[in-house]
């Protein structure tokens, strides 16, 4: 265990067939032209020195895990604590064909609501800051592949703070750089949108080792 190192943040790429579709957990197939987004993430964890990955369950993060564990032959952590949140009886279903009184319900109340048979905002935050507080704990490089709702999450945990669940979710195919062990944190540089034909997006961000773990919240 060091004092510096990189953790990585990564968002699958982007997905097909399911335009206007609540999915959540279940799986869905991933657009053509992923391996891109895969192989630039390889690149930016090779700059940073990462030995282990850990990824979500869900083919579409699992599957860009695997491409870049077995170029790199690296450490593959699969966690289901890294899985989207779950929406229960809504997933599968067209968000146009769920009751506005629900969707409402849950705006108003997004910690506390909990789709039929589906998770909280409170129990998706209550996974990913286990998470979060026990990977710091490795205190080596290492690189996250999941979801919008986990890294709406980590990105306010990088600040020490809990995380916004109504955040803007980072763009399919994202990434992000945080290195660990500075005094403080500050962006080096804007998020770049990489060309096309690798669809990737970084952001550096340095910050020191007590502003790693989450404060409590809901």
Not at 115 to 144: I, K, N
Request: aromatic content about 6%; charged content about 20%.
């Amino acid at each position: 265990m060091t004092d510096r190192f990189a953790i990585v943040l990564a968002r699958h790429p982007a997905v097909m067939g399911a335009e206007g579709l609540c999915y959540g957990q279940r799986d869905v197939a991933l657009a053509d032209g992923w391996e891109r987004m895969a192989d630039g993430l390889r690149t930016v964890m090779q700059g940073v020195g990462c030995r282990i990955l850990f990824s979500s369950p869900a083919r579409r993060c699992q599957m860009v895990a695997e491409r870049v564990a077995r170029f790199m032959n690296l450490d593959l952590k699969v966690d289901s604590r890294l899985r989207e949140i779950s929406f229960g009886e809504w997933e599968g279903r067209p968000w146009s064909h769920i009751s506005r009184a629900a969707l409402d319900a849950w705006a108003a109340d997004v910690a506390g609501f909990a789709p039929p048979g589906g998770e909280s905002g409170s129990d998706l935050r209550a996974r990913v800051r286990h998470f979060w507080t026990e990977m710091q704990q490795y205190g080596q490089s290492c690189a996250v592949v999941t979801h919008g709702g986990p890294l709406r999450l980590m990105h306010g945990m990088v600040h020490g703070m809990p995380g916004s669940l109504l955040a803007p979710s980072p763009p399919m195919g994202s990434v992000r750089v945080i290195e660990q062990g500075q005094p403080g944190f500050r962006s080096e540089q804007p998020e770049q949108h990489i060309p096309s034909q690798l669809p990737l997006h970084q952001e550096r961000l340095r910050f020191g080792r007590q502003s790693a773990v989450a404060r409590t919240g809901t």
